[in-house]
């Protein structure tokens, strides 16, 4: 009895659904796995705290000046362009709020994750793949997962991966503090009499939700950031792909911008 074959272009789409489910299940049991390292208190013996301060220190302090002056340049424009349209519409009273909205809430945070992508993670996948050998062998995806050792993931991944996410967390964090200030100094100039209007305002924006979800929004661009392009890079591919692209970076794209759509979604739907 004859059998009839899938057409081709079926098999290729069924083996590619078939790649992205393995590759997102590497990703989601890396994440995991570092997660529960990076609780484990075994992982922070003197010299291991030693080392994760000085990749934090040194992700962070050589990205915080140049990230904040380049934000701090984009905030003053962006400020005046809101408050300059405002002002024309009659709309003055609402061109803070909008700012703290626009800028702070949404823009700042994402602008950290992707500098700290771009800036440090990306290179280091490209490096850590020399250290660690193949240890699975190829699956019917034509996917192979290096695996590494506990040791690997205290002495090498998880201070990694703590710094990255410390950085967009900081880099965030100051950033949105100096737009604040810009804002005032934009709007009121240097008289203190515009400030307890300001704080008004600024409260009224950041209540408790709005708080909560500004922390966990922060929080989860700083872990994509720190462990989506390390997933990536440690996957080897039996195929043959001319992309020029940095393992990983679609895909953390992607995950930044569903965790922004479902921060908007929660906050304004």
Request: net charge positive.
């Amino acid at each position: 009895m004859m059998t009839t074959r899938s057409p081709p272009f079926i098999e290729a789409w069924g083996l590619a659904v078939h790649r992205g489910l393995a590759s997102s299940w590497h990703l989601v049991h890396l994440g995991a796995l570092l997660l529960v390292v990076a609780l484990s208190p075994s992982t922070y013996p003197r010299s291991n705290r030693t080392t994760i301060s000085g990749h934090i220190y040194s992700n962070t302090v050589g990205a915080l000046p140049w990230f904040t002056a380049m934000t701090a340049l984009i905030s003053l424009v962006l400020i005046r362009v809101v408050v300059v349209t405002a002002q024309s519409y009659g709309l003055s009273q609402f061109a803070l709020e909008m700012v703290v909205r626009v800028l702070v809430l949404e823009l700042i945070p994402l602008s950290a994750a992707m500098f700290i992508a771009l800036r440090s993670n990306l290179v280091f996948n490209d490096a850590l793949n020399t250290r660690f050998s193949t240890r699975q062998p190829s699956s019917a995806t034509g996917l192979k997962v290096i695996t590494p050792t506990l040791t690997d993931l205290q002495c090498v991944w998880v201070p990694r991966v703590l710094a990255s996410s410390f950085s967009v967390m900081a880099l965030a964090t100051v950033s949105s503090l100096m737009a604040l200030v810009l804002a005032y100094l934009s709007v009121h100039g240097l008289s203190p009499w515009g400030l307890p209007g300001y704080t008004r305002t600024v409260g009224h924006v950041f209540d408790l939700a709005v708080t909560l979800g500004f922390g966990l929004k922060t929080l989860f661009f700083s872990l994509a950031v720190a462990i989506v392009p390390l997933a990536a890079s440690l996957e080897v591919r039996d195929w043959v792909t001319t992309s020029t692209l940095q393992p990983g970076i679609v895909r953390l794209f992607l995950v930044l911008l569903c965790i922004e759509a479902a921060s908007l979604s929660v906050k304004y739907i």
